[in-house]
């Protein structure tokens, strides 16, 4: 029992880093390498759409990764 417990953890542990990593890549595509080096002007932009439903979803992911972390932890 203890070892299909601590595997669960660490699957989903797996799964919501690869997750995040994914949701973190997608969120930085569409931003471009210029403006990851201040190279854009603008100081504030709205997120609308996919972009704030990203920005959501990875806010969320790794909400549930640190939680799932610690829990493993704890364990």
Known sequence: MYNQHM???TVLQTVLAV???I?????NRGAGLGSSWGGSGE???TRRGIEKLLFRLTILTSILFAVVSFVSFLN
């Open 7 to 9: 595997s669960l953890l």
């Open 19 to 21: 997750l995040l990593v």
């Open 23 to 27: 949701l973190i890549i997608m969120q």
């Open 43 to 45: 100081l504030y932009v």
